[in-house]
């Protein structure tokens, strides 16, 4: 099969391109990129200046079965991450790689076995409590050379909270989590990680404070990286208001302020990239109290209007939705022939995804 994506905007982050031209597909390879190719028995798909990006990249989701799948296609997702409370899936279209669970049984007391094939290490939503562990984890994962990658909780702190501490919880009277919650367990990592060495990826950072010990812990040079979600750049704790059901999502919705340090974070480069903590709930679930309910929201179809809607530059907005999240995996990704054609084709206009393409199949 040949293919001819035809008059589209070409942005590669990791390459620097941005500007106009064609790419040309042969069996599920990219085969040509330039301002014009040889479309000779080419399928050809006119774009009118509609972007071609390389395939979304998601660090982490929950995945339970074909809907999640197509619900990442639709959004763009070339490549998904399941994190470790996943069914097992594979896909004809999608590249589905696995999170190893950090610990046996996700339970923090001892360090679990990593296949060789798992794109990182995770605990998941669960937070990983004790430092001794964290330690060895920290050593561990250096020598294999995978991603640590942790939610930032102190339970003790959390307590049965659902939103985040401020005006809302309190009027609303719902239980609130407060910023420490999350910041202290990134201030303790963050010291650990000085001492020990590694990689460290905090995944769904939601507060200004944990943004700012970030960038600081960049600034000395340690090796730490983050994202956030679509749903924590789009939403406060406002969104709460007369009790609705979308805002109930883990780690809780922030403050406007923690919104808007998160954008500014995400511009300036200490969030590294979008990952769309996709956790499909069953809808008798959600048929209890707010603070009953079970946390989640389908965030695939979220990630790229929540970028676009930052006024980001178009290849800043590009790469933290793929080339970001895939250097942190280790994954070769871009407009580069030769390599597996992995594509997501933007209208920016509209905010959304036009086309999918992978594994040969456009959608």
């Known amino acids: 099969m040949r293919l001819v994506f035809r008059g589209g905007r070409l942005l590669d982050p990791a390459a620097r391109r941005d500007g106009l031209g064609e790419v040309l597909i042969v069996a599920g390879e990219i085969a040509a990129v330039g301002p014009k190719v ?107 050379g995978k991603l640590l990658v942790l939610h930032a909780e102190d339970p003790s702190l959390t307590g049965a909270g659902v939103l985040g501490e401020g005006l809302t919880a309190t009027r609303l009277g719902l239980p609130a989590v407060p910023v420490a919650a999350e910041a202290a367990v990134i201030a303790r990592d963050l010291l650990i990680l000085e001492e020990t060495g590694g990689r460290l990826h905090f995944a769904h950072v939601t507060t200004a404070r944990g943004v700012d010990l970030i960038r600081a812990a960049k600034q000395r040079g340690l090796q730490v990286s983050c ?109 580069v022939p030769g390599l597996r054609a992995a594509l997501t084709v933007i209208d920016a206009k509209a905010r959304a995804v036009r086309h999918t393409f992978s594994s040969g199949v456009l959608s």
Not at 60 to 83: C, P
Not at 103 to 111: A, I, N, P, Q, S
């Open 38 to 144: 040889d479309a000779a028995g080419a399928k050809v798909i006119e774009l009118d200046g509609a972007w071609v990006t390389p395939g979304f990249v998601d660090l982490h989701s929950v995945l339970r079965d074909e809907r999640d799948l197509e619900a990442a296609l639709r959004g763009g997702f070339t490549t998904v991450v399941a994190a470790p409370e996943s069914a097992r899936l594979r896909s004809d279209r999608l590249q589905v790689l696995t999170a190893a669970p950090l610990t046996r049984k996700l339970e923090g007391e001892e360090l679990g076995e990593t296949p060789s094939d798992a794109a990182c290490l995770s605990q998941g939503f669960r937070p990983l409590v004790k430092s001794g562990v964290l330690r060895r984890a920290l050593q561990y994962s250096a020598s294999r």
């Open 227 to 335: 994202d956030v979600t679509p749903h924590h750049l789009t939403r406060d704790d406002r969104a709460a208001e007369g009790y609705a059901l979308e805002a109930r999502v883990w780690p809780p919705l922030r403050s406007p302020a923690d919104v808007k340090a998160l954008a500014l974070g995400l511009g300036d480069g200490t969030i590294d990239a979008v990952a769309c903590d996709h956790v499909r709930v069953d809808i008798l679930d959600r048929e209890h109290p707010f603070e009953a309910c079970a946390p989640g929201c389908e965030a695939f179809e979220q990630a790229l209007p929540a970028v676009l809607g930052l006024d980001l530059p178009a290849l800043r907005a590009v790469e933290v939705l793929s080339s970001a999240p895939a250097r942190l995996l280790g994954l070769t990704t871009g407009l």
